[in-house]
């Protein structure tokens, strides 16, 4: 065995000095790095890392974006989900938008955990849409009108599959989402997403303010977002943990209480979660996607699929024919019949969890030229530099 694989039992990782004080934070802190971080050892991850490499699930990009969703020939190497539908994949990475965002360490340094700010809170609270709040975050909102405080939306102009409006989401000048998490544009889906929170706010606060036409905006603005966060907490406990994880292992947490992660002061959000064990996510990502059905208030609507990522299209596109984020127009936007299960037979399935990653992930668009752009070699060496030990040595310790 080669000895960038050993295990170093005299390299312990940095002790959880702010483990109260809800930053990140070690379950595990006593047990030792799956490696250290010597130059061979990167290589070998971004060997395994590596586009056309071990965790490359090799799928036919020169085939057309639907076939990779249809024939069933082309999906052998990257099998279906038997349990969680397309639309899973985003909702978590929606939220993990929500509890996590680290945008100081880096691929190239050790970083310790504890000294690292996160600038979420672990409170599924949805910080990601509603930022700061109407007063530090005015960017965000539309209160024009003074009897609600709305999120700013952008019509397209375009229906969709049932008739209904579809809206992106605001934006500046050169593109950039106006929103609570940049992140929640970086692909088509995300941003759906995003849109679709934006939306339910909105309704809520028209319900409100129709139920109780003297509250002021303020109250309106305070008992929606209450409600917003309820519905969005009741969609995690009750389809997608269970989707996830089983419902008698949710049924045994929310009756027995956890076992392994504890807090003082604040919660705080392991490493072992946000480097690791959360990023399974990236192994569910499709190829290519149906994001809707066509524009049916214009005449011959064509459904419009895409793969996720196109390494090959130009940043500067104004309409890529991929998903990712930062584009408007009347074409983009999603039909969630095929995202979840909506009862007429269009939802399609995300990929099995498992060590390979769809084709378009090792090269992902939007990096500089020097930058590394597998997102599974970026994954692999950010669980060096936060000095993570091995899953096996986890797993034993959760025995």
Request: with cysteine; net charge neutral.
């Amino acid at each position: 065995m080669s000895r960038h694989g050993a295990l170093y039992q005299d390299v312990v990782p940095f002790s959880s000095r702010y483990y109260d004080k809800g930053k990140f934070g070690r379950i595990f802190p006593s047990l030792p790095p799956f490696a250290q971080d010597t130059q061979k050892v990167r290589e070998a991850l971004k060997d395994i890392g590596k586009k056309g490499g071990i965790m490359d699930a090799k799928d036919e990009m020169d085939q057309s974006p639907a076939d990779l969703i249809t024939n069933p020939v082309l999906q052998t190497g990257n099998p279906n989900s038997p349990v969680m539908s397309a639309g899973m994949t985003f909702l978590g990475q929606f939220i993990d938008h929500d509890i996590t965002f680290d945008p100081t360490s880096s691929l190239e340094r050790q970083s310790d955990p504890e000294f690292i700010e996160n600038f979420r809170t672990p409170s599924l609270g949805l910080d990601n849409v509603y930022g700061s709040g109407p007063g530090a975050s005015p960017h965000l909102y539309d209160q024009s009108d003074g009897l609600g405080i709305k999120m700013l939306l952008h019509p397209l102009g375009s229906k969709g599959k049932d008739n209904i409006d579809k809206f992106d989401l605001p934006r500046n000048s050169q593109n950039t989402a106006l929103i609570g998490d940049p992140r929640n544009d970086e692909n088509l889906i995300v941003s759906q997403l995003q849109v679709l929170f934006l939306r339910f706010h909105n309704v809520i606060v028209d319900a409100i303010r129709v139920k109780h036409p003297t509250k002021s905006p303020s109250v309106v603005f305070n008992e929606a977002q209450e409600l917003v966060r309820w519905h969005y907490q009741w969609i995690i406990l009750h389809e997608f943990l269970p989707a996830l994880c089983g419902q008698d292992v949710v049924d045994d947490v929310v009756k027995n209480g956890r076992k392994f992660y504890e807090w003082h002061n604040s919660p705080y959000i392991p490493v072992e979660f946000s480097v690791a064990a959360y990023r399974f996510g990236h192994s569910q990502i499709r190829p290519s996607y149906r994001a809707n059905f066509g524009i049916t208030n214009k005449p011959n609507p064509t459904p419009f699929f895409a793969d996720i990522f196109d390494f090959s299209i130009s940043p500067a596109h104004a309409d890529p024919d991929d998903l990712r984020g930062g584009k408007r127009l009347d074409r983009r936007f999603l039909d969630w019949h095929t995202f979840f299960n909506l009862g007429d037979g269009s939802m399609r399935p995300n990929k099995l969890i498992d060590i390979k990653l769809s084709s378009p992930l090792f090269q992902l668009p939007g990096f500089a030229s020097a930058d590394i752009i597998s997102l599974a070699s970026r994954n692999l060496l950010r669980s060096l530099t936060f000095n993570l030990p091995s899953g096996q040595r986890v797993a034993h310790a959760m025995r």
